[in-house]
């Protein structure tokens, strides 16, 4: 009789570590797909590799272009004033997840395309997250300096010294030219100023700088 009980209670035994590998391959296989969802999702949303593969395709059909960034392009957003900055692009791509500037929500990043008789000639990434607190870019501390961006300079060294990434990426035959939108308080007036600071890249190095005043309070000043 005691060995009949010995015996029970072993197969009960069995069968509980049983049920509980059942139930941490279970949760495994959750824990699984919700990685994967995360990761599949943070792909979708990189701008950035897709502008860059796309920019590679520049002088390539629209179809090849989509086929090696593995995206199908739109024709149109499903927000008017994406709309209307793409009045001269017959192609786009957009984030599926939103961010507002200025109060009017938009995707976070839109990459437009320019072609002409179906070939990519210009490839243009805006990060609109950038502008999500002020429309008017970053906020450095200070002017920068271009004149610590110096020829033969590439990307990497570029961004490590401007502190932050650019507003807008273009890509064309003639190479790459970084926008960089941001604001800053002089110190002794407390005066805003906006700056618009373009780097321009031939095969990866830099070529040019310029910089120039976004005097942003002249539209706010004027009615039509």
Known sequence: MAEEIVTEHKKKLRISWKAVGIIAGAAAAVIAVIVGIVLFSNWRNNGTAYAQKLGEEVGASVETAQRYAHITLQTASSYSCINMAAEEYPHLFESTRKTEVLGVRIPQWVIYIGETKNVVTEVRYYDYKQLQKFGTGVKADQKIDI??????????????????????????????????????????????????????????????????????????????
Not at 181 to 206: M, P
Not at 208 to 224: A, C, G, R
């Open 147 to 224: 004149q610590g961006i110096t020829n033969g300079m590439n990307q990497d060294a570029v961004h490590q010294f401007v502190g932050f990434q650019p507003l807008c990426t273009a890509y064309s035959s003639a190479g790459i030219t970084e926008s960089y939108k941001y604001w800053c308080k002089d110190a002794n007036t407390d005066t805003t100023f906006s700056y618009t600071l373009r780097v321009e890249y031939e095969d990866g190095i830099v070529k040019n700088v310029d910089e120039t005043e976004d005097l942003f309070i002249v539209p706010v000043l004027k009615v039509k």
